[in-house]
């Protein structure tokens, strides 16, 4: 099945870096504690792309979260002000033009909190639960977490806000088009991340239908692509014609309810002896339009 053409390539890379900042301080300070590591994050994804000549960064944004501690008001300010030095930060590191890097902030991650706290075993789990999820103004919900239950408290302070004032960062970009087989080909065994599913298309039409070639081509698109409808449906029916029933069944649970996905699952029934199952399966997919 041939796959919908991607107009435009793009991509992202995403993660979250933990600098830290001394207490009240929003300017960046790269040699403090283990701020070296988390810079490196950000740098480092930035120049896996920037490297290739094949991609072109097309926009970066970063989010800022501070922790619950503290009034709302000065969250709000280290958030934006920490958030602000890291945009410059990278900035100046790779001379991106003005309003190229978008950013935004949360002043308090309280998502984040909620989320520690229901995996966690703390003693007064349910109750600092239902006070996250109160109604209650945020410097007063930070009071009456620590004034209830301060040894969970203390617990929650050391072990999980580090982990909340964090940064996340998206680095999109777009990859250039291959057009030629032989172009493909050379992709697919060096990055195979950077080809569309009508690339790996493009390259299979040069494979007899029963070649282990072909069915490799099928299996690395799958891989790359491991939800896509199409893809588990091509990787199905080239698993099919060598006689990989096996892959082919777990391929096809996720190949989609088109005309196609019915017409492949019959072949399948037919395959394992399943002959009631097939004649269904197959009737469906006429009345679907599938003239074969």
Request: proline share 4%; glycine share 4%; charged share 30%.
């Amino acid at each position: 099945i041939r796959p919908e053409a991607e107009k435009t390539k793009t991509r992202s890379l995403s993660g979250s870096a933990f600098i830290d900042f001394p207490v009240n301080k929003t300017d960046i300070r790269p040699s403090y504690r283990n701020n070296t590591a988390e810079l490196s994050k950000i740098t480092g994804t930035i120049d896996s792309v920037k490297a290739d000549n094949d991609i072109t960064i097309t926009a970066i944004s970063i989010k800022g979260f501070a922790s619950p501690e503290s009034s709302y008001k000065n969250n709000t300010r280290l958030a934006k002000g920490r958030t602000a030095s890291l945009k410059a930060y990278v900035e100046d590191m790779y001379h991106f033009s003005e309003g190229f890097i978008d950013t935004s902030f949360e002043p308090e991650n309280w998502e984040g909190l909620e989320a520690y706290v229901e995996s966690s075993a703390l003693p007064h789990r349910n109750e600092i639960l239902a006070a996250i999820r109160s109604d209650r103004e945020p410097d007063n919900k930070e009071w009456f977490i620590k004034s209830n239950w301060p040894d969970d408290y203390r617990y929650l302070l050391d072990n999980c806000y580090p982990r909340l004032r964090r940064s996340d960062y998206i680095i999109e970009y777009e990859i250039r088009s291959y057009t030629t087989p032989e172009e493909i080909e050379a992709i697919m065994f060096t990055a195979p991340q950077k080809l569309s599913l009508e690339e790996f298309y493009i390259l299979a039409q040069q494979y007899d239908n029963d070649s282990q070639e072909l069915n490799d081509v099928f299996e690395t698109a799958v891989r790359m692509y491991p939800n896509d409808p199409v893809a588990n449906l091509n990787a199905a029916i080239s698993e099919m014609q060598n006689k990989d029933i096996t892959s082919a069944r777990r391929h096809l649970d996720k190949a989609g309810d088109s005309a196609e996905a019915v017409y492949a699952r019959g072949i399948y029934a037919a395959f394992v002896k399943d002959y009631d199952k097939a004649l269904e399966l197959l009737g469906k997919a006429l009345e679907m339009g599938v003239e074969e």
